[in-house]
């Protein structure tokens, strides 16, 4: 085993997981149960990442032909918290995921931002971060880089590429999403609309998601280029609310924080105009709303 040199003072831990998005929860969560003290932090107010500030709300399910769910482990357990459903409500996750850390050997430390990591050599032995104003330092036997984009790994030199440089071009990547909240959907009505009506072809809905909708969407056009809206996904909330991943935006650069100030701007702006567009062109869409974005980006 690797020999860490850790100094006897500051805070130590068996593991520090850097970042509480639903990969970081898990791996909290699997350290503690095989009895290691564990210390989770996130820049956020709780847990739960893009799934809960993103309002990415709709899982891609993995099952076997006879409908097994083979994502088992940690995922089951959230899964079935969140009432086993492909979409879910963002404030139960936020709450699934808490229960879910809620374990003696887990501390939870929350508008906690990491700074750097602490270097003996080549080895990560702890991390400094940002907490009520003031640097503290935590030292682990193993750091887990949950972040959404290896933020710990690349501060500490591991090497790592951007966007499709692994397909040797620079400066493409993938455009990024505002994931958006309308009301006034009569979802009852958009079941029948969609499954035994057939108004809208090539669209699939149950009793909370839906995804489609490009004959009608592929028919929007944006005030920019910059701007594109795909196929619906939906995800419906407890309080009948729907959240929408749909509107693409190009050009964001997810390392750089005035990038993607200025496309969440771009999308805010746009999102009156596509609600008119859905209340002119989707049946069942006739009274919907705009009732708020999410709080950050959804950057793949």
Known sequence: ??????????????????????EGVAAARSAAKNDAKVLIIDK???????????????????????GTLLTQGTFKEFFKGIGSKNSFDVKKAKEVFSKLLSLPNITQSYNTVFEKPIMDGNKIIGITALKDGKEVNYYGKRIIDATQDASVAASAGVPYIIGAEDMGVKGKVQASTLVFRLKGIDWDNLIKIIKYEKKIPETYIND??????????????????????????????DDGTVLVNALLIYGVDGLNQSSIERGMELAKKELPRIVQFFRENIPGFEKVQLDGTADELYIR
């Open 1 to 22: 085993p690797i020999k860490l040199n850790l100094p006897k003072g500051g805070s130590q831990y068996d593991v520090i997981v850097v970042g509480a998005e639903p």
């Open 44 to 66: 956020h107010d709780g847990p739960g990442g893009l799934m809960t500030y993103g309002m990415l709300n709709t899982i891609d399910m993995s099952v076997s032909p006879n």
């Open 208 to 237: 909370t998601s839906a995804n489609g909708f490009l004959s009608i969407t592929k028919n929007y056009k944006p005030s920019t280029p910059m701007l594109r809206l795909r196929g619906l996904n939906l995800g419906r909330q």
